[in-house]
């Protein structure tokens, strides 16, 4: 096809694409396209510009900056994760891809199961943390002193939803760069920033990101062995090691005590199936007998979803999966839960927080009690295990409702299917929180606590903290023991009771539930840090 051929052919697909604008490609980096405008577009014009000596990817992108110089071959980067739920986190693989294609060395500490390591940090020109959740932030602002003890010459950024929340107090950390959303191609910038300018302290305004970027193969070469992370408990006690993926980033749902909200906004963007396959593969060549799909939401887009798992079945026939999906979805989409079972679903993780109608509402959650239990109903008849998490202690508690939330585990037989931790979580409000939105809630509440990374609240019943307390040990005693979820079940059992002044019912005939399986981290994604968590970097 001779030039003009080919100009012509493009021509009228990019016309398509953009009618004021001609797509001549993509960067490598940020994605931003790449566009000439219209009135431009001629032929002797673009020619030179596509032919110009060095290549972009060499001389650098106008869009983003990148520049693959000798230079930045000797620039050291330093990806930590404080902590991911028991997961080889996505994120840091991700980032770590995004800034190896840029050219630069990439090393990885995932704190969770390493130290903080002195040689490496001495000669790191750039640290950046990922802070996925609360517990991960905690650990971060403990661990920052030393990081910068440890790492004297390196510049730091924080990257991930807890980052742009706490910003300002990352910044009195000695945080200078912070990332939210989709904040790989802002890693990248920042780094060609650091290695064009060395010696300049990068100081720049929050940036969250939610353009749509390129997803890339993720690169978890230097993470610790998936072997080491949580794995897969089935309820005959024998294991499986599990991989870690995301399929979407973000929600689309707008719950109020929900952090991904606040950076987000009630979007998501979508991985695409073939990088999703491509990470699976290279953790079941680690040793992945089980997946477990990290989204807050994996029917977010439902075909998404299918095409995905379908995929991952006919590839891997013998491998099952696990996911997180709404109550709401769970009815709305009830006809797709025989083919998750089909393709190899064994548990579904539901955030239900409340069987409390009113509870509900004040955190947006779009489903009721009755929802709940037809859901229970649903994934049960279809076959495969329903896990649900709570958020058990709020303001609004009384005694008698959460009472009630044990009971309804009874009733629906599901107290083997919860991890006895999330029956003494405590709703947290972080900054930026929807939920000091919610009339009246300021009332309920005291002034932000830099410590702990949100707003401290008393319950108005004494008694209601004091039972969370009770449990709160009772649980972290019995997981150290390993003592069976119905055992310690019947230990809060008695526990709610006797709050209230009452006999406890005895639990030994009645039918709990079987075992189910689960995944051996607990599932602390709400839970503030045990004190061994906060020293153990």
């Not at 070469?221 to 979407?248: I, M, N």
């Not at 009339?439 to 401290?456: Q, V």
């Amino acid at each position: 096809m001779g030039e003009r051929t080919l100009f012509g052919f493009l021509e009228r697909v990019n016309r398509k694409i953009n009618r004021w604008h001609y797509f001549l490609g993509g960067c490598v980096c940020c994605s931003e396209a790449i566009r000439v405008p219209l009135p431009f577009l001629d032929f002797h014009v673009v020619k030179p510009m596509l032919e110009q000596s060095p290549p972009l990817a060499d001389q650098g992108h106008s869009c983003c900056g990148t520049a693959q110089s000798p230079a930045a071959k000797s620039f050291n980067l330093v990806l930590i994760n404080p902590y991911e739920l028991g997961r080889q986190p996505f994120a840091l693989a991700e980032a770590s891809a995004w800034l190896k294609r840029a050219g630069y060395p990439v090393h990885c500490l995932d704190l969770a199961l390493q130290k903080l390591d002195p040689t490496l940090l001495a000669t790191a020109d750039g640290v950046a943390i990922y802070l996925g959740m609360h517990t991960a932030t905690r650990i971060a602002m403990e661990a920052l002193p030393r990081i910068r003890q440890l790492a004297p010459n390196a510049q730091m950024a924080a990257f991930g939803l807890y980052a742009p929340m706490n910003a300002d107090l990352l910044r009195g950390s000695g945080v200078s760069a912070i990332f939210g959303g989709e904040s790989e191609p802002d890693l990248v910038a920042w780094a060609n920033t650091l290695c064009t300018e060395p010696g300049v302290i990068v100081d720049q305004a929050t940036i969250v990101r939610h353009d749509k970027i390129e997803f890339l193969p993720p690169d978890r070469s230097d993470l610790p062995q998936l072997e080491r992370y949580a794995h897969l408990v089935l309820p005959d006690g024998s294991t499986r090691v599990a991989g870690f993926v995301d399929s979407t980033r973000g929600c689309k749902h707008v719950c109020r005590h929900c952090p991904v909200v606040p950076v987000y906004e009630g979007k998501f963007r979508v991985v695409p199936v073939d990088i999703v396959l491509g990470d699976i593969e290279q953790q079941i060549a680690a040793g992945a007998r089980h997946i477990s799909f990290g989204d807050h939401d994996f029917f977010n887009g439902p075909t998404h979803a299918l095409n995905v798992v379908r995929a991952l079945h006919a590839r891997w026939p013998d491998v099952s999966f696990d996911a997180t999906i709404k109550i709401q979805h769970l009815l709305d989409h009830a006809d797709l839960l025989p083919e998750l079972k089909r393709n190899n679903c064994l548990f579904i993780i539901a955030a239900v927080e409340s069987v409390d109608d009113h509870v509900l509402g004040y955190l947006a959650k779009n489903h009721t009690r009755a929802d709940f239990y037809r859901a229970v109903d649903l994934v049960r008849a279809a076959g495969i295990a329903l896990a649900p998490t709570w958020v058990a202690f709020h303001p609004w508690t009384t005694l008698e409702a959460y009472l009630d939330l044990l009971k309804s585990l009874v009733d629906l037989r599901l107290v083997q299917a919860v991890p006895p931790v999330q029956l003494s979580i405590r709703l947290l409000v972080p900054a930026g929180s929807k939920l000091l939105e919610l009339p009246g809630f300021t009332d309920l509440i005291s002034p932000f606590d830099a410590k702990l990374l949100g707003y401290p609240w008393r319950n108005p019943d004494a008694r209601v903290d004091a039972l969370q307390t009770e449990i709160q040990q009772s649980v972290m005693q019995a997981e150290k023991a390993n003592t069976p979820r119905r055992d310690v079940f019947a230990s809060i059992w008695r526990m709610a009771h006797a709050a209230l002044g009452l006999s406890a019912p005895d639990l030994d005939g009645s039918e709990l539930g079987s075992a189910v399986p689960h995944m051996s981290e607990p599932w602390y994604c709400c839970a503030e840090p045990t004190e061994a968590q906060l020293q153990n970097f």
